[in-house]
């Protein structure tokens, strides 16, 4: 095993010397936090949107963080003891086992693409419940297997790698989901909560390995089932909250200057002629007209 951790050791040290090129220079600019100038200006912010038993958005990331913590609590539970369940009830060798952990990574970059075009069509809280409802339902028909004594490797295999590769795809969708929702300088303390959520998963595999000495690995796959399915129930209370599409911040931005007068103010520099040229563009386009405000020779207000 020697040579072995001495070769993982030094493919990890390229890895590491990149990350010394990072800079913060060359992040993407963030963009204007449009609920805080809003509630600064009096303005009726996005966060007013109310969803069950009287959620606002401010609870979003509070939401999304309990119910990963609760999916790395039960996925800890049996993630670390699948290469022993292969090797002790499916017999393999250890050379197969390893390639199911290339199998693994190579299927999670398919479905993290598959989810996104997904999420894209049907929201990104909709598409995290039907992934969650897909693993979770694998993730039970494999404990059925092991409990019916049904331990081959071409019934077991493909369904943990389809229930891994399909459980760890929305992690995008939830990291966009929690970003959009939090005010920008505080999407840092919010990334760190990860770490806790990791300590979780690690911290629950001393539990796993007990449950499975003390009954069998589909016990334990089921209680990690139960766990990830309560995970899923709370992304409920977010359906009504995140809007399908995932540009709803340019869009409702654009709602509240088109229907809130407060946003914007008449330049009084502007010559009469472009005013009244102005007021029957937007006569025009009220009674289903033709005319819009890209009609009009000169912009008649400046945005706040």
Sequence with gaps: MRPIFLVGLACELPCAVLACFFSDKDVVAEEDDADTDQ???????????????????????????????????????????????????????????????????????????????????????????????????????????????????YYCVPIYILRTAIMNSTYPLEESTIMDFVPKDTRSRWKSLDSIASFGWCGSAALGGFLADKYDYSFTFMITAVLQGLGGVLLLLLLPLVPVDENFKEKEQGYTALNDPGNYQVDQNKSPESLNNADGAMKGAGSGGTSSLSDMQEPLIDRV
């Excluded at 109310?50 to 539970?77: D, W």
């Excluded at 250890?94 to 693409?113: D, F, G, H, K, W």
């Excluded at 049907?122 to 694998?138: A, D, E, K, P």
């Design 39 to 153: 509630s600064k200006s009096g303005k009726k912010s996005s966060t007013n949107v109310k969803g069950f038993c009287g959620c606002t958005r401010k609870v979003i990331p509070y939401v999304m963080f309990s119910s990963s913590l609760l999916t790395a609590f039960g996925s800890g539970m049996t993630v670390k003891f699948f290469p022993l369940f292969f090797k002790n009830q499916l017999h393999m060798s250890p050379a197969n086992v390893q390639a199911i952990y290339v199998a693994v990574p190579v299927s999670m970059t398919i479905m993290v693409q598959l989810t996104q075009i997904v999420g894209s069509k049907i929201g990104r809280v909709q598409t995290m419940l039907l992934v969650r409802v897909i693993g979770v339902s694998l993730l039970v028909s494999m404990a059925l297997l092991v409990d019916n004594n049904i331990t081959v490797w």
